[in-house]
């Protein structure tokens, strides 16, 4: 997809989300940039939200300001990599993603700080507690879906149940190298997959598999996640050099 027409769906894809959702937000930048992450190889930052806090004792769209930003080069590499790759899915999964960071800064969800928040989330979940399947965005943001929480990894991949029913295996990417698991039984909403066998990994590493959700149900995800069906598993992740 070349630029032109990226942006034109980008702008299509904007007007479409309810004005009610887009307080404090000043505009959509779509970008020719490719920001890829320093260190990790094959990992770029699809959209970002940038937001300002303007002082004051009220927090609200006069205070907190944002403009969502999308980067058409960040998808033109991954969809070089991937030859059934979502244009349309992913730009709207990224663009509704990063209007979620600003409606929680809205809700003032961001003043927990988010590395926080997410370690007391892994806290409870660790001890077969209530927790917000979702916490792991609130980690550290290396692009490309991929989180930092306190040293554990989490690859994040959305899915539509059709693309999952049809899938024979999971992909994925580990240190610049094409890996495969195979496919859990069920997604459920969001599934965790701890993952063994990845060579070089410092500390835990997590798959997880996030069912598409709609527009509205993104948005009530931020104020909650009752109803949500998490599933956790296990695998060995396979290198796919050489494959035949």
């Known amino acids: 997809m070349d630029f032109p027409t990226f942006e034109r769906l980008a702008r299509e894809a904007w007007e479409e989300i309810p004005e009610e959702y887009k307080h404090g937000v000043d505009g959509l930048l779509v970008s020719r940039e490719a920001p890829a ?11 970002e939200c ?3 806090e303007h002082p004051s004792d009220y927090g609200g769209p006069d205070t907190t300001r944002s403009v969502l930003a999308l980067y058409w080069g960040s998808f033109k590499s991954l969809a070089g990599r991937d030859e059934d790759f979502d244009w349309d899915g992913e730009l709207w999964e990224t663009l509704t993603h990063e209007l979620r960071h600003h409606l929680e800064s809205l ?3 961001d003043a927990l700080e988010g590395v926080d928040y997410a370690s007391d989330q892994t806290f409870k979940r660790d001890e077969g507690l209530a927790f917000d399947p979702w916490y792991f965005q609130r980690g ?10 306190e040293g554990s990894l989490y690859i994040e991949q959305v899915w539509t149940p059709a693309d999952y029913e049809r899938a024979e295996r999971i992909e ?13 039984g069920e997604m459920g909403d969001v ?7 990845l060579e070089g990994a410092t500390g835990p590493v997590e798959l997880v598999l996030v069912r598409r959700r709609s527009w509205w149900e ?3 995800g931020i104020f909650g996640s009752k109803g949500a069906i998490v599933l956790e598993s296990r695998a060995i992740a396979e290198p796919l050099d050489g494959e035949g």
Do not use: N
Not at 172 to 184: E, N
Not at 191 to 197: K, N, R, S, T
């Open 37 to 47: 992450h320093p260190t990790l190889r094959h990992v770029y930052t699809l959209g």
């Open 50 to 52: 940038l937001t300002e």
């Open 107 to 109: 809700a003032r969800e």
């Open 140 to 149: 550290d943001d290396l692009g490309g879906g991929v989180y930092d929480v």
């Open 172 to 184: 994925l990417d580990w240190a610049g190298r094409p890996h495969a698991i195979p496919k859990p």
């Open 191 to 197: 599934h965790f997959v701890w993952l063994e066998g």
């Open 218 to 220: 993104g948005v009530r």
